[in-house]
Each structure stands twice: as C-alpha cells, then as structure tokens.
C-alpha cells in the first residue's frame, strides 16, 4: 500500500524484484521506460493499449488475462 500522493508505478520496480514471467496491468501503470526496466529483468510487461497507440498483437493468453486484471487485483 502506498499514500494517494505516490505515482503508482514507483513501487512496482521494487516489488518485481522477486517475479518472473508476466506482470499484467491496466492503461494507468503504461510506460515505456518501466517496460524496458522489467524487460531487463526477463518480465514481460502487458497492458492493454491506449486509443492513441498502435495497434499490437498479443498472445490469446495475455487477451484473457487482461480482461480480468480487475478480479486479480
């Protein structure tokens, strides 16, 4: 648990040190730099995309898996 005031995504380098595999999320937790930060620790990083993205293709799993982020939360 963080305060309101602190950027969801500062506590997710810390908290993934001990994952592996894939770290799913929503639009909000999105970021180019945190992506790279995860792939370097073999983390694969999902989110859906935003309206303004490319489109990309993902793997039917990861499809699955992200229309039920909200139930694993």
Do not use: C, H
Request: no cysteine.
């Amino acid at each position: 648990m963080t305060p309101g005031n602190v950027n969801d995504r500062q506590p997710i380098r810390e908290l993934s040190k001990v994952l592996t595999g894939s770290l799913y999320g929503n639009k909000g937790y999105l970021s180019q730099e945190l992506a790279d930060d995860l792939a370097k620790t073999d983390i694969a990083f999902i989110t859906k995309n935003r309206r303004n993205m490319k489109a990309r293709l993902l793997a039917e799993w990861d499809n699955i898996m992200l229309k039920n982020v909200l139930l694993l939360k």
